[in-house]
């Protein structure tokens, strides 16, 4: 009965009480789609460092983690693959020789960390095969001498790009709509080639004007821009024996993998091209990198290679990369403080209306308790209509929150031409695909009660200071 009368009591003044339907509604579902947001961005780095970067799980000597020297090796990696190989939750392993040195063109030099790789094993572990450019040739598929593949952030480091508008590319920028329109004009680029991003800018601001070249340059640039292929690149570094090694290699494919500080820092090339020049025997790598079936059986692995390498350093990827494990930890916190400042926002607005819902119906709850009506049942009432406002609120807002995350999740939603430049900064993907648990849904409809009951109280406690006889003398 009581539920019945609040649920009634609550369309009593419709306008009123859509207004913090309403508010609940956006309330909620701005707060779940922009956690599930945040959700789907940690989760893309998080794909990106496993795939890319870390790998599940990886064994290093624990000499070698100190100064990442070359000399601190892994011997009878063969055995010991093949042992790994073994363990029903492996996917695929990946011996690698690392060492730091110097990459050097006739236009700049930089820093680099040498991968030195068995290419097939390397491209069953990382993405890097998959990241591979448009237009940057391929990973490793091109015979020759001692070929290299180096990221896209490196390749304009060591003045290895250019840009240069084709046919093709014209073609791609025509299927966006909102470039449609320039392609005309950039037609007159055509066939002409710019050495630097700046001449390139120059170049498109002369022609489109200032303000329309900022709009749409990214999108230009990324479709122009061109690698100098088959370029030769000086590696040098320390060998085991101590002395400075130096070597050749030339540009076979240029990856990019949406992490600037990764593409800007890794090259890869042979392991038995490295190997010589390194003074290393065949046997012996520095690191072996493990790609699991599942996340989720990292640790019981890494405990089992553990028992087959005694005294190496086992690392999964938490370990190996802490910052990346952050984002997906901090979101549960975030989901439970964000929406919790959303609820007790909200609270207010239902405390409010609440109370002039009280205020203007004294006389009728003076005679409830008159004709008996407990104190108990009145505040139960109040307390009822309460949980109603919010919980149809954040039904609604769920609903809205569900459907959005569901159609984008499966969409993506392109950062690209707004924040690319920083978001590759911090090794996150510009196409995020927001998502988020049942859990949270729960969690939710938990705190809208617990924000139902809490708001109800005030305006309950006022009903309840009524006193049935002044109150029907009340003139509404």
């Known amino acids: 009965m009581i539920w019945s009368i609040s649920w009634k009591n609550v369309w009593r003044n419709k306008v009123r009480s859509l207004v913090v339907i309403v508010a609940f509604t956006l309330g909620i579902f701005g707060g779940l789609y922009m956690v599930a947001f945040f959700y789907g961005m940690a989760e893309s780095r998080i794909k990106l460092a496993i795939g890319?970067?870390?790998?599940?799980?990886?064994?290093?000597?624990?000499?070698?983690?100190?100064?990442?020297?070359?000399?601190?090796?892994?011997?009878?990696?063969?055995?010991?693959?093949a042992q790994i190989e073994k363990i029903p939750q492996v996917l695929a392993v990946s011996p690698r020789i690392k060492v730091t040195g110097m990459a050097n063109t006739s236009g700049n030099a930089s820093g680099v960390m040498i991968n030195g790789v068995d290419v097939e094993k390397e491209r069953l572990v990382t993405g890097i095969s998959e990241s591979i450019a448009?237009?940057?040739?391929?990973?490793?598929?091109?015979?020759?001498?001692?070929?290299?593949?180096?990221?896209?952030?490196?390749?304009?480091?060591?003045?290895?790009?250019y840009y240069e508008i084709q046919d093709e590319d014209l073609?791609?920028?025509?299927?966006?709509?909102?470039?449609?329109?320039?392609?005309?004009?950039?037609?007159?680029?055509?066939?002409?080639?710019?050495?630097?991003?700046?001449?390139?800018?120059h170049a498109l601001a002369n022609l489109l004007g200032k303000e329309e070249a900022e709009k749409a340059?990214?999108?230009?640039?990324?479709?122009?821009?061109?690698?100098?292929?088959?370029?030769?690149?000086?590696?040098?570094?320390?060998?085991?024996?101590?002395?400075?090694?130096?070597?050749?290699?030339?540009?076979?494919?240029?990856?990019?993998?949406?992490?600037?500080?990764?593409?800007?820092?890794?090259v890869y090339v042979r392991n038995t091209d490295i190997a010589s020049v390194a003074s290393l025997m065949p046997d012996q790598v520095n690191q072996i990198a493990i790609l699991l079936h599942s996340v989720e059986e990292d640790k019981m692995v890494a405990e089992q290679i553990a028992g087959l390498m005694p005294g190496a350093d086992v690392q999964t990827w938490d370990e190996i990369m802490p910052e990346a494990a952050m984002y997906s930890e901090i979101?549960?916190?975030?989901?439970?403080?964000?929406?919790t400042f959303i609820l007790l926002a909200l609270g207010f607005g239902i405390v409010n209306t609440m109370l002039m819902a009280v205020l203007e119906r004294v006389k009728e709850l003076g005679m409830l308790m008159a004709v008996g009506m407990n104190r108990r049942r009145v505040f139960r009432m109040i307390?009822?209509?309460?949980?109603?406002l919010g919980l149809t609120g954040a039904m609604a807002g769920m609903l809205l929150a569900y459907l959005l995350v569901w159609w984008t999740g499966n969409t993506g939603v392109d950062l690209s031409s707004l924040y690319q430049e920083g978001l590759e900064a911090m090794g996150i993907a510009t196409l995020v695909y927001p998502t988020i648990g049942w859990?949270?849904?729960?969690?939710?409809?938990?705190?809208?009660?617990?924000?139902?009951?809490?708001?109800?109280i005030y305006p309950a406690l006022k009903a309840l200071k009524l006193n049935p006889a002044e109150a029907l003398r009340v003139d509404m």
């Open 439 to 456: 859990d949270a849904f729960f969690q939710i409809t938990f705190l809208v009660i617990l924000t139902g009951i809490l708001a109800s």
């Open 331 to 339: 979101m549960d916190y975030f989901l439970f403080i964000f929406l």
């Open 52 to 81: 890319n970067e870390s790998s599940h799980i990886q064994v290093h000597n624990p000499l070698y983690l100190e100064n990442n020297e070359l000399k601190y090796t892994i011997d009878e990696s063969p055995e010991i693959v």
């Open 171 to 201: 073609d791609i920028l025509g299927e966006r709509k909102n470039l449609r329109n320039i392609i005309p004009v950039l037609d007159s680029l055509k066939g002409k080639s710019f050495r630097s991003e700046s001449e390139f800018d």
């Open 134 to 161: 448009r237009n940057g040739g391929s990973f490793f598929k091109e015979s020759g001498r001692k070929p290299i593949v180096i990221g896209e952030k490196l390749a304009k480091t060591l003045k290895l790009t």
């Open 217 to 266: 340059s990214f999108r230009i640039k990324q479709s122009a821009i061109k690698y100098r292929l088959k370029r030769k690149i000086v590696l040098s570094f320390q060998a085991l024996d101590g002395n400075i090694a130096y070597d050749a290699f030339r540009v076979v494919g240029v990856y990019n993998t949406g992490n600037t500080g990764f593409d800007g820092l890794n």
């Open 383 to 388: 307390m009822l209509e309460t949980v109603f």
